[in-house]
């Protein structure tokens, strides 16, 4: 009977050593889990810092420069008016009513070049849907691009989506890029209806690994705009980090504004008609990458302040400690997660 109590005692602490040492790996690795998470969301914080950084000081810098503009446009008048005064003193009266009409018209030409600068519309090349300029300010125009994708279909009856012409604008509507892609794998379905995709167009085309490179180079450190955008990202075959994408396709703004659901994912197509009063995608040719990518661009232009706004206090709202405390593991070690057979044998 000794002999049995005492083997039994044995197997007791033995079972007890070994979930003691079990407890301790696993709070070690939840310890080493919790540090990883830790120093990677310290890095996406200074990435995110230098990233407000560079758009303040190009947002600085570009309030400079059309401040000079408009003084170098209001100085030219005034010094032309001054010469003729000089030279022309026998008539003050006409030249004084001539140089006062030079002056306002000069103003109100400065006025709306500065107005164009501003709000990244131009008069005649891409006037804002809404009738009003942009008002945020917090992100800086050369760090918004659109972005807008064709596929074709390869594989077996089409199905594989792979690029086949990418097209980027810029913040004012300025192509950057637009090219024809030539997929890896021989084309199946040119899907002609809606990529507006025909066979000589791939002819010449550039090859996937090239476009992928050049387009990459663009996009890197840019705020990209879209319409159901993470479509193009999987061809494009790239991760782009989440705050610094903005899908026209998912965004309650543009839904509230058109007065649909919230939870509702409305096409490009209708968000066009409905709020830029612009028809897109219409006729046979299928749709036209440069096209949808300026509607998107010009769609984000009507609640940019709001989205803006909404995506730094979401960054706000995410911030986390920099460093954790090991004691952050350590309340694994409490009685509440040890076996209950433990427990009871320690009583």
């Known amino acids: 009977m000794m002999a049995e109590s005492s083997n039994r005692r044995k197997a007791?602490?033995?079972?007890l050593l070994s979930n003691y040492r079990y407890l301790c790996k696993k709070a070690m690795v939840l310890c080493a889990m919790e540090n990883a998470r830790a120093r990677k969301r310290h890095q996406e914080k200074r990435i995110i810092a230098n990233m407000k950084m560079k758009r303040t000081?190009?947002?600085?810098e570009s309030l400079d420069t059309s401040v000079l503009i408009k003084r170098s446009k209001m100085s030219a008048p005034d010094q032309e008016n001054q010469s003729t005064l000089n030279s022309e003193s026998t008539d003050l009266s006409k030249h004084a009513s001539g140089s006062g009409t030079a002056n306002h018209h000069s103003v109100i030409a400065a006025l709306g070049d500065r107005w164009e600068m501003d709000s990244g519309f131009s008069s005649e090349?891409?006037?804002?849907?809404?009738?009003r300029s942009s008002p945020c300010f917090s992100s800086c125009p050369t760090t918004v691009v659109a972005l807008d994708c064709e596929m074709v279909g390869t594989g077996p009856g089409g199905r594989c989506s792979e690029l086949a012409r990418c097209s980027i604008l810029d913040y004012h509507g300025n192509v950057?890029?637009?090219?024809?892609?030539?997929p890896c794998q021989p084309v199946t379905d040119f899907r002609?209806?809606?990529?507006?995709?025909r066979r000589h167009h791939l002819l010449n085309a550039?090859?996937?690994?090239?476009a992928r490179e050049e387009i990459l180079s663009i996009l890197e450190g840019k705020v990209v705009v879209g319409h159901s955008i993470y479509n193009d990202f999987e061809a494009l075959d790239m991760l782009h980090p989440c705050h610094m994408v903005r899908d026209t396709s998912t965004t309650r703004l543009l839904s509230r504004l058109a007065g649909f659901p919230s939870k509702c994912c409305p096409s490009l197509r209708t968000l066009a008609n409905?709020?830029?009063?612009?028809?897109?995608?219409?006729?046979k040719r299928g749709h036209c990458s440069v096209e949808d990518a300026q509607a998107a661009l010009d769609l984000y232009k009507l609640v940019e302040g709001e989205w803006e706004q909404e995506m730094q206090d979401k960054l706000r709202d995410d911030d986390a400690p920099l460093e954790p405390s090991f004691s952050s593991s350590k309340h694994y070690m409490q009685d509440e997660y040890w076996p209950g057979d433990i427990i009871a044998d320690g009583q």
């Open 57 to 60: 000081a190009a947002h600085h």
């Open 192 to 197: 002609t209806r809606w990529s507006g995709i």
């Open 176 to 182: 950057l890029y637009d090219k024809y892609v030539k």
């Open 274 to 283: 409905k709020l830029l009063n612009r028809s897109i995608q219409v006729g």
């Open 206 to 210: 550039t090859p996937f690994v090239q």
């Open 125 to 131: 090349a891409s006037p804002p849907a809404s009738g």
């Open 12 to 15: 007791s602490s033995r079972g």
